[in-house]
């Protein structure tokens, strides 16, 4: 319940919710800007695929992520050591060569995971409504 106190002009007035409902719907005054045109495609594709393999897979791109930084890192001292002419310059670049294949296995690894995730996955076709406004 809602009450009007109103001006010194006006009297109070009591507004009731049951008297908007005998008024006539209004049209929206802003409707013609925003017009919306919503497409929803008749069905949707969905690949399922086995959810121990995809965290295999993704710990294997964490690990490849992980060595390639350790990698790049040893190069770049590697390189460093070979400007300034270092007696360390044989152990640091044995460590890169070593991170290097551990890059290279990691990588393999990852990419073979996704190999097997594209193979044991399936496609679920779901059709969509034909709901309209």
């Known amino acids: 319940m809602i009450t009007n106190t109103g001006t010194p002009q006006e009297p109070s007035k009591h507004v009731d919710a049951s008297d908007f409902s005998k008024l006539a719907p209004a049209d929206n005054p802003i409707g013609d800007s925003f017009n919306i045109v ?3 495609p008749e069905s ?6 086995d959810a121990s393999s995809l965290a295999d897979y993704e710990v294997w791109v964490f690990i490849a992520s992980i060595i ?3 990698f790049v890192g040893f190069l770049v001292a590697y390189f460093q050591a070979l400007d300034a002419k270092s007696p360390s310059v044989s152990y640091i670049g044995w460590t890169t060569l070593v991170f290097g294949l551990l890059l290279l296995v990691s ?17 679920v076709k779901l ?7």
């Open 107 to 123: 990588i393999i690894t990852a990419l073979w995971k996704r190999n097997t995730l594209k193979k044991k996955g399936r496609d």
């Open 68 to 70: 390639s930084n350790a």
């Open 127 to 133: 059709k969509t409504s034909s709901a309209s406004l």
């Open 44 to 49: 949707i594709q969905i690949k399922m695929v």
């Open 38 to 40: 919503v497409s929803v």
